[in-house]
C-alpha cells in the first residue's frame, strides 16, 4: 500500500511548557503509578504523552505472577475493547478505498445474515440492536473446548437466529456482535484474512512491531506476551470465544499505541475528513455526557476539552487509551490484572485536565496521590 502524505495536525506548544515541566509532569505521574502499584494493585504499564511528547512510561509488576517475569513498556497485553477502533479505522479505510460504504446493508457481504435493515454504520455506532454473541454462544456452541470464530457466530446466527433487543437504529446499545460483524465484512470487502488486513494496512505502516490479532498460535509470538489474570492473581487460560475478532482479539504496547496515536494526526492511514467522522457523536438524545463515534467513546473533561476515548476488559485483561486533540495528550494504560486500580483513573483525567485551574499552574500542582 502506498504511504499517504503524512500533512501532519501541528499543535502549538505553549511557553509554560518547558523541558524542566515536562520532567516535573513525569515525576508526578511515576509518582501516582508507584502508589498506584504499592497501594492499590495496580500491575500494568502506562504511557502519558503531552504536546506530542512522552512525559512518562512505567512499567509495574509482572507478566506472570507464577514465573516472576517483570513488565516492560514492550510487554504486549490484550487490547479488549480497545481493539474496537482499530476495526473501525479497518472499515473507514475499505471505505475511502470504493470497497464498501457506511449505508450498506449487512447481507451485501454476509448474503445469510439474517436480520433485516442494518448498515454498517450502524454497527460502527452501535444502533443495531443485536443480542450479544458472548451470551447466546455460550448457549448454541456445544463444545467449549472448540474456538469458534467469526465465521462460526454467523453461523450460529443464521441458523439460530437469537432474538434481537431492539430494532435497528432505535437505541443506542452497546454491541461486541456489531464489531464482530464489521471485522467479518471488512474481510469479505478486502477478499483477505482480517488479521492480514490488519497487519498489511496497519500494524506494519505504523511500524507496530509488537501488535498481532488473537490466534492459536498467539502463545509463540515474539517479544513478551503478559498473561491475564483474575483480580486475586490467578491465571487466566484463553477460552473458545477468544478466537472471534473485531470486538477484541488484538494485543499491543503502550510503545507501539502511541505510535498509533501519533498516526492519527497524520494522514497515513486516511484522510483527515474520513477520520473526523469517528470523533463525531452519533446518539440521537441532546442531553448525554458521552457520546460515541467510530470506535471511539467522546466526552467533555473538567477543563472543557472535549476527548475520545476507549476502555476494555476481557479475560484478565483491562486496558484504557485516552486521547485530548486540543493539546495532542494522551493517557494509555494496560493491565493484566483487573482488580479495580484503574477506576482511580478519572482522578488522573482531572489532575491532567483540572477544572478551572491554568495547565501552567497544573504543571506543579499537588500529586494525586496525595489525594487518594
Known sequence: MPEKEDSRQRVSVPPYFTPDSARQLGS?????????????????????????????????????FRSKDTLSTETAFQLASVSKQFTAMAIMMLKEQGKLRYEDSVQQYIPDFPYEGITIRQ??????????????????????NKPITNDDVLNLMAAH????????????????TG??????????????????FMYKHIFEPLEMK???????????QTGSIATGHTGGRRKRSPDYLD???GDKGM????????KWDQALYTEKLVKRETLEEAFTGSRQKKRIEEDYGFGWRIRPVASGDTVVYHAGLWHGYTSYLLRNPKDHSAII??????????????????????????EAKSEGGKPLNARL
Not at 497501594?39 to 506472570?64: E, I, S
Not at 431492539?166 to 461486541?176: I, L
Open 210 to 220: 509488537h501488535t498481532f490479532m488473537f490466534s492459536k498460535d498467539v502463545i509463540t
Open 123 to 144: 454497527l460502527l455506532t452501535h444502533r443495531s440492536g443485536l443480542s450479544n454473541y458472548t451470551y447466546f454462544s455460550d448457549e448454541l456452541w456445544s463444545d467449549r
Open 28 to 64: 508526578h505521574l511515576d509518582s501516582i503509578f508507584t502508589f498506584l502499584h504499592k497501594r492499590k494493585g495496580f500491575n500494568g504499564t502506562v504511557l502519558v504523552t503531552k504536546y506530542d511528547q512522552v512525559v512518562y512510561k512505567g512499567a509495574f509488576g509482572y507478566t506472570d
Open 243 to 245: 478466537t472471534v475478532l
Open 333 to 358: 494504560v494496560l493491565s493484566n490484572v483487573p482488580n479495580g486500580s484503574l477506576r482511580y483513573l478519572k482522578d488522573l483525567r482531572e489532575f491532567l485536565y483540572p477544572l478551572q485551574a491554568s
Open 251 to 258: 494485543y499491543s504496547t503502550v510503545e507501539d499505541l502511541y
Open 179 to 196: 464489531y464482530m460483524l464489521l471485522a467479518s465484512i471488512a474481510e469479505k470487502a478486502s477478499g483477505m484474512p482480517f488479521a492480514l
Open 161 to 176: 437466529r437469537p432474538a434481537v433487543y431492539y430494532q435497528p437504529d432505535t437505541h443506542f446499545d452497546y454491541s461486541n
